[in-house]
């Protein structure tokens, strides 16, 4: 499952399956055969808990601080904890070292590439 933008931390159960296969049965968050239950009070009104959802399932909720949430991909429990770039140091293309925190303000692009 791609990830999905949502505009609200409380996601109408239709929406929530539509854009991410998950239904919200009684015995919990369900995707084919798999079943994951929820807190007590996670839905409520026709309407789940996506910080609830995000914990239980193992799927990323970013805040944008926009009124915008990230919510996903699915990661098997491999979720990243925040959207914040960890320090990373790289060889420039003279081989010297290169700190991307010397960005630090400034937007730039990081394009990386492998070949497997």
């Known amino acids: 499952m791609p990830g999905v933008i949502v505009t609200s931390l409380h996601v109408g159960l239709d929406e929530l399956e539509r854009e991410t ?4 049965k009684p015995e919990g968050a369900c995707k084919d055969v798999r079943c ?6 996670s839905v409520d009104d026709g309407k789940v808990d996506v910080r609830a959802l995000s914990e239980r399932l193992g799927m990323a909720l ?3 601080g ?18 914040e770039l960890p320090d990373i140091e790289l ?7 290169f700190a991307l ?3 630090l303000g400034t937007r730039f ?8």
């Open 66 to 83: 926009d009124g915008l949430w990230a919510l996903g991909p699915e990661s098997g429990g491999r979720a990243l904890a925040s959207a």
């Open 91 to 97: 060889p420039d293309r003279a081989g010297h070292p």
């Open 21 to 24: 296969g998950w239904e919200i």
């Open 101 to 103: 925190r010397s960005l």
């Open 109 to 116: 692009l990081l394009l990386a590439w492998a070949s497997w």
């Open 36 to 41: 994951v239950p929820l807190p007590e009070g």
């Open 62 to 64: 970013v805040d944008s």
